[in-house]
């Protein structure tokens, strides 16, 4: 069974670091590209990037280009999604999600539980 | 970009009625390139279409996916208690964007 498990939640100060990660299991992590999509409060979905695993292809969208940045570690099967300096506008939901064939851009069929970000002083 | 708009922002219906969901696209993508996802916060989305009419594995006949043009089409033929919830369209034609969602909600 196909299972993206989320981590990291947390209540960050504006500055700070956080990196939230992304466990993938019952399917080669390697094989698929998983993307971050952002849900801020009462909005919708935001697509912010995604990684290839395999050789660590990463594609960020214009919006979030130099904000964020996501990796992946092959041996843990987990993609991360990490911010150098935190801002009170990166409060929000963040959802991890897999794209099922080979190529990118592509829709998403499995989803991460999402977890919360909230920045605040 | 390609910008995704979808229309009503909140359709109120019976259960048992018939949803109709608009997607519209602009410029223009390839209709093979658009997805449909339902939405019950704080879930996460759950895949309902891709391919603008392929059902996902597991989701019921009730939901159907068409074309016309620029605009995408969800409908939902009779609603389900648990159908009342948010819908979103994706497209990834080009860099993915996303609507920004329908709520259906009980009348």
């Known amino acids: 069974e196909v299972q993206l498990v989320q981590s990291g939640a947390d209540v960050k100060k504006p500055g700070e670091s956080l990196k939230i990660s992304c466990r993938a299991s019952g399917y080669t992590f390697t094989n698929y590209w998983i993307g971050w999509v952002r849900q801020m409060p009462g909005k919708g979905l935001e697509w912010m990037g995604i990684i290839y695993p395999g050789d660590s292809d990463t594609k960020y969208s214009p919006s979030f280009k130099g904000q964020v940045t996501i990796s992946a570690d092959k041996s843990l099967s987990t993609a991360y999604l990490h911010w150098g300096s935190l801002k009170a506008s990166d409060t929000a939901r963040y959802y991890c999600?897999?794209?099922?064939?080979?190529?990118?851009?592509?829709?998403?069929?499995?989803w991460g539980q999402g977890i919360q970000v909230t920045v605040s002083s | 970009e390609i910008v995704l708009t979808q229309s009503p922002g909140t359709l109120s219906l019976s259960p048992g009625e018939r949803a109709t969901l608009s997607c519209r696209a602009s410029p223009s993508v390839d209709s093979r390139y658009i997805a449909w996802y339902q939405q019950k916060a704080p879930q996460a989305p759950r895949l309902l279409i891709y391919g603008a009419s392929v059902r996902a594995t597991g989701i019921p006949d009730r939901f159907s996916g068409s074309v016309s043009g620029t605009d995408f089409t969800l409908t939902i033929s009779r609603l389900e208690p648990e159908d009342f919830a948010v819908y979103f369209c994706?497209?990834?034609?080009?860099?993915?964007?996303f609507g920004g969602g329908t709520k259906v909600e009980i009348k």
């Open positions: 994706q497209q990834y034609g080009g860099p993915i964007t």
């Open positions: 999600a897999r794209h099922p064939n080979w190529g990118s851009p592509d829709y998403f069929d499995y």
